[in-house]
Structure formats: structure tokens, C-alpha cells
């Protein structure tokens, strides 16, 4: 069998070496210079700042992809648990840092609400049942025939999955603080905590399972580890060419073609490209049937992220690694990005710092960081040429005032990433920052399937398909593909 992975994601990465280890001959071509795709790395003047990923959780997806071909994990990568998960800030300056350690966490929840106590041991309770659900059971079973979606509709129902992760949670918790904390998750893939099933509040329970960890030299030295692995395994590379066209005949996949017109033949073309823009830019079948047309175009898209890099020349060593700060109207923003399609100055955020854990991410005596603040999708059509420095500008004001004084002055490297970023660089439609949103309707069978139903030969790994955005999301959906491929 020859296979063709088109994108190298974390999604690509892995079905390229999931196929490997079935015994394919496997081509992966991503159209930049580097493999990582949303987890590229960008090093400048002794920083390294990871482009995306920064929370890592069931990290034995990732040790799995070295086991497959014996390999030992330890050779290549190194994972470290963190203590504290997050560190949440509300504009009232009331600080909680969440972590595994369940004494902490309701020692904090108690002094907010101690009546909120019980309630957080029956939502964790229930968590542990969506996620024995929704991610043991069903995060690695290809969802392409509505049977399968059908025969699990009861117990998805049984669940709850037609309440959003914010009305599941507040069914637990009094405190609208506490109910924020708890609710934060489908952000992390791209989803509004007040439309997103609660089949992702399993996430709360994920992270409490294997707990969160960091990858020592950033998680682009993930990336770095798997790219020696797919080298040592013979899969070959080719970096720095776009993939123009998929080519077919009669519905059936035959190769694809390359910016610089070489044509590779093929009986499976795996893409971990956006399917949405897949299917709109590179196929060369016109005709789609009407219940597809339909589906896709109904579908509703992730927040776009702004992404603001910085190096300091000072350390701000009493910030966590993660900080998440809530902003007054949290409701309203998230309104306004994902309905309304609108900035708004009340903005929240999460910071990064890595270098609060590994020293190599900075030049001694310098911090890293990265900021990203949701903002709308472009299907806002805002001008981000006009828009990007006034975010930068209003994200910096905010963080002086709260976490990182005098922080103007002692910046020494910066950059920032749009959505235009997204949609021009990595291929993706209206730059979301995860594909299509986590809703109940664009979930399982109702998403972009893993084994395209228009194409013999075509199949999706990725944000885009099953289970969805996400490392442990993408990494699962090339276990899928290696079920039906
Ligand atoms: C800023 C940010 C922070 C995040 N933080 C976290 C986190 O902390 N934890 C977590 O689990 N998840 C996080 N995520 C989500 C996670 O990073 C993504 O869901 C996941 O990495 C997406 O992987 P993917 O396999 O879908 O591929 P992508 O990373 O989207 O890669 C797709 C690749 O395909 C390539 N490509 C597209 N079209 C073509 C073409 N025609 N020819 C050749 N190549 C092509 C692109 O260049 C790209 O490299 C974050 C995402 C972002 C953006």
C-alpha cells in the first residue's frame, strides 16, 4: 500500500507512523520548511517559543507512537508533570491554582463556597463517566456510518451531551467563579463553554487521570523526537512544498501533485489538512452529493486566536507557567467572538511561560512567554493589519496591570500571529484556531469523517475530523484511521 500524508500536525505525524507500522510505504509532505504544523517552533535571538501546544495531557498517546516500533520514549523525548495546572486570576485579583492535588483544590473551592465542595465531588464523579464514554470507549472508533452513531445516541443522552459543559458544571456549582474554572475546558479546543456538548467536560476528567505535563526543550522537541523516529523508520519526508491538487478518477484516489508540478501516485491520501479547505481547494471532484453540501455548509467554525510572543529581559519568577486571567463580562466576550464576530476591550487571556519550568526556553536571566487571546474567526472580516497591533497593545496594558509590571520596557523580542496566520499559513478555513467548533451536532458521526464518504481512498486525521482539536484529540484520530486503513 502506498499512503500519502498531507500536513505534518501532530494528526499527520502520527497516522504517518501508524501506517509505517502497518507496513505501508508512507510519504508525508508538509508545505513549511519545519514539521509541527500548529506545534511549530519559532527561535529567535535565544528564545524558543512553542507556536501552539503548551498543556500536554494522556501523554502515553505519544509514548505510543515509539512503542509501536520498540522504541524507547525516554531516548527521545522527556515529559515532566506540573504541579500546578493553571493558575486562574479574576479581575477582583482572587487567585486559584488548579492542580491533582484534590486537598488544595477543595481547601480553595471551600474558602469561595463551602457549600460548592460536594457539588465538585459529584461533577467529578459524573466527568468520570463521560470520559469513560466519550474517550476510552469511543474516542478511537471511526464514526463514517450513522449506524454507529445511532447505536451510542441513548447513552450519549444518558449523559447529558445535549447540555453545554457550562449548564452541566453549573448543575454542581453555586459559585459563578468557581463555575468558570470548572467549565474552561472546551476553550482549550476551541469550543464556547456555553454551546459546547458536555461530552468535552471528559477533559476535566482527563487531565485528572494522567495529570498535565510539560515537554522539557518545548513541545516542538515532541515534535523534534517523532521526526527522528519517522526518519529511523524510513518515511519519506519532503518539507517546503504545498500540495496543489489531489488527484482522482472515477471517485477513487490516484495521487497528488505538488506546487512544483511532480506528480506522487498513491492509493491513500491522508489528509491532515483542514477538510473543510480540503475538500473546497483541492480536490478535482466538482460534484458533491446534496446531503454533504449540506452538512458542510452548516458547519460552524472555531474562535481565531491572536498570539502575542515575547521575551523579557527580566524574570517574572512569581508567575506560574500557566496563567489563565478572566476578564469582567467573560459571557459577553465569548458572545461577541463566537456570534457576534466582534472585538471586545474586555478581553481574557491565557499566558504562557515556560520558562517557568526549563530554563533552556530563555537566555539567562530572560523569561519567555506567549499570550493568546480568543478573538473572532474571519469570517469577521476584520482587518487584522489595523486590528493586530492595537490587541498587542491593549494585551500588554492588561497584563502590566495585573501580572507583569513595567512589562512595555522590558520586552526584547516580539511577534504576533492572526488569523490570517491560520488561514494563509497553515491552510486552514476563515483561520479558526481548531477547525470546526466541538458542538453536539458537529461531533462523532456529525463531523468530518475520518473515511471520506466522497471519495474511495481519501481519509482525515486532524482538529477537523474525529474525535476533534486537541493533542490527545488528533493523536486518537490516526488511531481511528489505523482501525479502517
Ligand atoms: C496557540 C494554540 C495553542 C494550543 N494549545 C494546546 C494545548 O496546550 N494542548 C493541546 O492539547 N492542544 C492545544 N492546541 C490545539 C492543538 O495544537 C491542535 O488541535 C493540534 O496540534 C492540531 O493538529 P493537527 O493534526 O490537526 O494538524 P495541524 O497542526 O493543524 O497541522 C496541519 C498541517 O498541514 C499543513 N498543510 C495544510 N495544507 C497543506 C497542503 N496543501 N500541503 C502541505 N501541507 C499542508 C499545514 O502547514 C500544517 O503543518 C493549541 C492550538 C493553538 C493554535
Redesign the pocket.
Known amino acids: 500500500m502506498k499512503s500519502v500524508v ?9 497516522a504517518a507512523l501508524r501506517l509505517k507500522a502497518k507496513n505501508h510505504s508512507v510519504t508525508l ?4 520548511p519545519d ?6 517552533v519559532f527561535k529567535k535571538n535565544g528564545f524558543t517559543f512553542d ?7 494522556a501523554p502515553y498517546l505519544i509514548n505510543e507512537l515509539f512503542e509501536l516500533f520498540n522504541k524507547k520514549p525516554d531516548n527521545y523525548i522527556k515529559l515532566t508533570p506540573l504541579k500546578t495546572w493553571y493558575r486562574f486570576i479574576f479581575e477582583d485579583g482572587l487567585k486559584f491554582d488548579y492542580s491533582g492535588d484534590e486537598i488544595q483544590m477543595k481547601k480553595q473551592i471551600k474558602k469561595i463556597n463551602k457549600d460548592d465542595v460536594k457539588g465538585y465531588e459529584e461533577l467529578v464523579k459524573f466527568t468520570k463517566k463521560i470520559f469513560d464514554k466519550g474517550f476510552t470507549e469511543l474516542a478511537d472508533v471511526p464514526f463514517d456510518k450513522p449506524l454507529v452513531m445511532i447505536k451510542q445516541l441513548p447513552a450519549l443522552l444518558k449523559l447529558k451531551s445535549y447540555k453545554s459543559v457550562y449548564s452541566l458544571v453549573s448543575s454542581y456549582i453555586r459559585n459563578e467563579k468557581l463555575r468558570r474554572i470548572l467549565s474552561m475546558h472546551p476553550l ?3 469550543g464556547n463553554p456555553f454551546t459546547t456538548t458536555s461530552i468535552y467536560g471528559l477533559i476535566l476528567y482527563l487531565e485528572k487521570k494522567w495529570g498535565i505535563h510539560y515537554s522539557m526543550g518545548g ?1 516542538g522537541h515532541i515534535i523534534n523526537g517523532l521526526e527522528k523516529l519517522m526518519k529511523e523508520e524510513n518515511i519519506n519526508i519532503i518539507k517546503g ?4 491538487n489531489i488527484i482522482s478518477s472515477s471517485n477513487k484516489i490516484k495521487g497528488i501533485k505538488l506546487d512544483n508540478q511532480k506528480i506522487i501516485n498513491a492509493d491513500n491520501v491522508i ?4 477538510p473543510p ?2 475538500y473546497e ?2 480536490l478535482d471532484i466538482q460534484k458533491f452529493n446534496s446531503l454533504f453540501i449540506w452538512k458542510k455548509k452548516r458547519m460552524q467554525y472555531s474562535m481565531g ?1 491572536f ?1 502575542y510572543y515575547f521575551g523579557t529581559k527580566k524574570t517574572y519568577d512569581d508567575v506560574e507557567h500557566h496563567t489563565i486571567k478572566f476578564g469582567e463580562k467573560y459571557k459577553e466576550h465569548l458572545d461577541d467572538i463566537f456570534n457576534k464576530k466582534k472585538l471586545n476591550d474586555d478581553i481574557s487571556y ?1 499566558l ?1 511561560r515556560p520558562s517557568a519550568t526549563d530554563s533552556s526556553m530563555a537566555p539567562m536571566g530572560h523569561d519567555c512567554f ?1 499570550v ?1 487571546v480568543p478573538v473572532p474567526n474571519n469570517q469577521s472580516k476584520i482587518d487584522w493589519s489595523i486590528e493586530g497591533n492595537k490587541i498587542k497593545n491593549l494585551v500588554i496594558d492588561k497584563m502590566e496591570q495585573s501580572l507583569l509590571p513595567n512589562l512595555r520596557e522590558n520586552i526584547v523580542e516580539d511577534f504576533y ?1 492572526t488569523p490570517d496566520y ?1 488561514e494563509k ?4 478555513k476563515y483561520g479558526s ?3 470546526i467548533q466541538p458542538k453536539f451536532t458537529q461531533s462523532a458521526y456529525f463531523r468530518f469523517h475520518n473515511k471520506s464518504e466522497i471519495c474511495d481512498g481519501l481519509y482525515f ?4 475530523t474525529h474525535p ?7 493523536l486518537s ?1 490516526a488511531k481511528v484511521l489505523s482501525k479502517i486503513l
Open positions: 498531507i500536513g505534518s500536525g501532530f494528526g499527520g505525524i502520527a509532505i508538509e508545505k513549511h514539521l509541527g504544523g500548529r506545534a511549530r507556536g501552539g501546544p503548551t498543556v500536554i495531557t482549550l479546543v476551541g513541545t512544498h504545498e500540495v496543489t489528509c491532515n489538512a483542514d479547505a480540503v481547494k483541492l486566536l498570539v491565557y504562557h506567549y493568546l500571529l491560520f499559513e497553515l491552510n486552514t484556531g481548531f477547525s486525521v486532524g482538529a477537523g476533534g482539536a486537541g493533542v490527545p484529540g488528533v484520530s
